[in-house]
């Protein structure tokens, strides 16, 4: 019935995730008047409704800038006549594209003039649909969770040293593989500094060893069907490896901005395309995972035991 259970509770969430997926409140610019501005929200307001939080830029230069830090996901700039141009990353993927490409080709037709694209973010050569860095973040969040999962019922009675050491190792050899693995030294999927990688990579698969370790620790057998739900189903459901937490329905949103595999996520497409976006949010979120999971360990396998013993 367990099984039945998590299975379900996977089918549910991705299905409620990706059945139809459609944006919320996108970041987009937009470079002209401020009547310019006001028209072509109304027009995405049609097109998509709630679909786009659309921003004004003082120039081209500045929404080229926001394209590539992923602070907007695309740029529509209003030229000379009725000309237009839409700014936009292919590295966000082909389905944010054509959602972008879309919209804004839809409000140039209404105002009657000619839409010209510029794929200022491309995808790398080694990942032309955008969706290695899913798979990449899957496959570590699946190896921690195994880890964190075998070393207590293999090992349930190491020292609490040698558990943090061996989940240290696990977690440092786990980034230097993904890394040269993906990175510009292997498929060339994430070109992203390799040092950089490894290091992301290393974060989350101690963040998801160690939160294992912590539901085997303090629920037994349980703890590893509420681990896989937590962190493989609603973890990798809301990555933002396939498409960006703003096609996420509302209630799943907020998970990609705390569990380990979303704000991973999201710092390894900034190392490896958008001029570290995340990056900064994403160490301090990991880290934290990391330091709360040691700290409740060494609470239950070293003070506990002495305050026994003392008493």
Same mark, same amino acid.
Request: charged share 10%; net charge positive.
């Given at each position: 019935?367990?099984? /039945? ?18 944006? %919320? ?11 310019? +501005? ?34 907007? @996901? ?16 292919? =590295? ?21 003039? %000619? ?30 969770? !195994?880890?964190?999962?075998?070393? @207590?019922?293999?090992?349930?009675? +190491? !020292? ?14 786990? #980034? ?8 510009? /030294?292997?498929?060339? =999927? ?11 990579? =290393? ?28 962190? !493989? ?7 933002? #490896?396939?498409?960006? &937490? ?21 710092? +390894?497409?900034?190392? &490896? ?8 949010? #994403? ?29």
């Amino acid at each position: 019935m367990i099984v /039945l259970a998590i299975g379900s509770i996977f089918v549910s969430v991705f299905l409620a995730a990706f059945h139809a997926p459609k944006p %919320h409140d996108l970041p987009v610019a937009v470079v002209g008047t401020t009547a310019q +501005l006001a028209q072509v929200t109304q027009g995405l307001e049609r097109a998509l409704p709630g679909g786009f939080e659309v921003r004004g830029y003082a120039d081209e230069d500045a929404a080229r800038r926001a394209v590539q830090d992923r602070t907007v @996901y695309a740029a529509y700039v209003v030229g000379a006549g009725k000309s237009a141009e839409l700014l936009y990353a292919g =590295a966000n993927g082909p389905s944010v594209t054509s959602t972008v490409t879309g919209a804004f080709s839809g409000v140039a037709r209404a105002s009657g003039g %000619h839409l010209s694209q510029q794929d200022v973010a491309q995808a790398s050569a080694g990942d032309t649909r955008s969706m290695s860095v899913f798979y990449a973040g899957f496959g570590v969040v699946l190896a921690g969770f !195994l880890f964190g999962m075998m070393t @207590y019922q293999m090992a349930p009675r +190491l !020292l609490y040293r040698w558990r943090m050491a061996s989940l240290a190792s696990f977690s440092i050899l786990g #980034g230097i593989i993904v890394a040269l693995i993906a990175g510009s /030294l292997g498929f060339a =999927a994430l070109p992203g500094p390799f040092l950089g990688i490894a290091g992301i990579i =290393a974060l989350m698969a101690a963040a998801v060893g160690g939160t294992t370790m912590v539901f085997m620790r303090l629920f037994g057998k349980a703890g590893m069907s509420l681990a896989s739900v937590v962190l !493989l189903t609603f973890g990798n459901s809301t990555s933002g #490896g396939t498409l960006p &937490s703003a096609f996420l329905p509302g209630w799943l949103r907020p998970l990609s901005e705390i569990l380990p595999v979303g704000v991973g996520v999201r710092a +390894l497409q900034g190392v &490896s395309h958008f001029n570290n976006d995340g990056l900064t949010i #994403g160490i301090v979120v990991l880290t934290a995972w990391i330091v709360i999971a040691a700290a409740t360990l060494y609470l239950r396998d070293v003070r506990a035991p002495r305050r026994r013993a003392i008493g």
